[in-house]
């Protein structure tokens, strides 16, 4: 017996422990996903879809053209750059350094939505809203129209290897073939409205639509089929991979205005939209891959609304380029991962070049809002930082220490500040940020007690080849004691009984169920709430409202209510004292207690009176009764009676006809009555539920 006393003994003390632990334990608030990077402030900062966080490749501008899109791209052999506009349909012609920018063709169209180049460095542009193909041979040579069938668009050319030039348009759905010699004809004709983006393979090409986001396949001949349909309405790009892989990036819709009105060149653009497709959807993009086999995988979803642009870099790479916050992306197509690469100052990245004949290869991106030319860059920036987003540690908090994971390479660093508040948005009631924290495994958060805190990471490097890669960090805190908060007492009176047995009528089965209300049986109940989640313990007190000290109904409760049977308290107005202590969650010292009084009740014990019954026989054969009833605490609330052998209570009433002080004059007009002897029995209720009879013959 003495083993089994002491094992529960020490089981007891076990789980006082361990309500101790969960209440005043360390909290660890740890990031190392890119959603939870990102959702904070960042600059010059890359996050991959694993959650590491590096610095970002450089973007540098490589021309401005002070116009609002820059639509397309194309290299001659020199390696000098032609960038189609809107909204001013104009080409202009830059050097391969970047250094020299010539207007090369001035359209009289809105916007040049395609370029290619030919033998000979020949240009061919395709237009929009009056859909043109022009023939540009050099700056000197007026253009040579090669297209005007009636089209509005000319979305995207291809130029084979026999120099035939492929025209896909809208807002008809036609494909069309340009031979060397300048004849024209359709090629390949749709039910759709665009025919927005090409792809050539090996005998023929693959067609992407806009209305139904459906995809093509044309073999020279003319003959064709679909071989995908997207969910999505718009299939903007397409690229293939070494294997034959097509990948196929799809928008929900049309990302923006393809041209803006200029009143001497004609309307606005406006976005292509399938038939009855009703208002717009949410953008979305994504990236599908399209096997050889016939077989189609979703690859990618891009967490930027809008795709503008794809060029596949490798069979392991595909840089992304969107809208509308200037980030580019390197995607693997063969799982799905990604990383941001570099960020454009303009918002959207509308066309990607990678250059071929100049001297140092580069990525070109065209960009729009504003119209400029960017050059993505291999060589990290020296310098970024990753700000958290605010952690709220729901109540003043004393901060351990911040640790953190990463790869820091010799030439590279990363340190981490920190700063606390308690607005949820940082403002100059803040501390200041700290000074820089270098030790990963765990530094102590030097900053004041605080309810909200923010980290900050800063990355640098001495060698632009090379980048720090943050993983994780972890961030202790503890909540300081706050007291609990009681914001209300209240008693109710006649409070049923739950499960207690109910009467039933005889031979009937037993059965439980709610017991109807006692008047004697009162609930005490509290709303309790504790910041810290503290498990709380209550003590209930009562006292007549003129006493002054308070007597004990009971202790130690864990539930926030009490039921209170009053009836051995002496009638008075009382009231009702809860208290409330977190000590069982807090150490010695550190507990808080609180209490509230409930407003005052009347308790009221005693019976009403019933005082002598007059009897008064009329001359009809009718009497006439009345009587005195008075409660010494309430007014009386009720009165019923019974004469002779009644087998049910009948209603009797005071003089005035309601019941409203605590003393009534009852006053009954009998119906006519046998001659004979009578009783009369008058049962009185005051509103505390008592009861008294009173008995009469006549």
Known sequence: MRRLISFWSLMAISLIFVSLASAVSTSLWEQQHRTE???????????TSKGDASLSKKV????????????????????NIYAGTGNEGKIYKISADGKTVTLYFDSPEVTIFSLVTGPDDVLYAGTGPDGLVYKITDKETPPKTLLKKGDKYVWALHLDGEGNLYAATGTEGKIYKITPEGESSVFFDTEEKNISSLLAFDGGLYAGSSGNG????????????????????????????????VFATAVTSVPMDRGAPRPSRGPAVPNPQAPGSGPPQENRSVIYKLHPDGTTAHVW?????????????????ILVGTGSNGNLYRVNPTNGEFHSVGKCEAKDVVAILKTKNSDDMKTIVGAGNPGKLY???????EEGTLESSVHNAQSLSRWGKISWEADVQEGTSLTFATRTGNTRKPDDTWNKWSDELTTAEGTQIPNAA?????????????????????KKVTLASAQTNVEPTL????????????????????GAPSRSGSAPASPKRWKVEWKVADANRDTLQ????????????????KKELNAPSYDWDITSIADGKYEVKVVATDKLSNPVGWEKTVDKVSAPVSVDNTDPEVGEINVEPQDDGTFKITCKVSDAMNTVQRAVYKIDNDEQWRVIFPEDGIFDSKEEQLLLHTTKLPEGAHSITIRVTDRAQNTATGRQSF
């Open 37 to 47: 990077f990102e959702a904070g402030e960042i600059k010059n900062i890359s996050v």
């Open 60 to 79: 540098e501008e490589f021309s401005e053209l002070k116009e609002a899109q820059v639509w397309a791209l194309a290299e001659d052999s020199e390696g």
């Open 214 to 245: 459906i995809i093509y396949k044309i073999m020279n001949d003319g003959s064709s089929s679909v071989i995908y349909q997207a969910r999505e309405k718009e299939i903007r790009d397409l690229v293939m991979d070494s294997k034959g892989n």
């Open 301 to 317: 979803s891009s967490p930027e609304p809008l795709i503008f642009s794809t060029v596949l870099e490798s069979d392991e790479q």
């Open 375 to 381: 050059t993505l860059t291999e060589t990290y920036f």
């Open 450 to 470: 605080a309810q909200y805190i923010q980290w900050r990471a800063k990355f640098t490097t001495t060698d632009t080849a090379k980048a720090p890669i943050l």
């Open 487 to 506: 914001s209300s007492v209240t008693v109710r009176t006649g409070v049923s009984s739950a499960q207690r047995p109910v009467p039933q009528p005889p």
């Open 538 to 553: 209550f003590t209930v007190y009562y006292k007549a409202v003129d006493e002054e000290n308070w007597k004990l109904l």
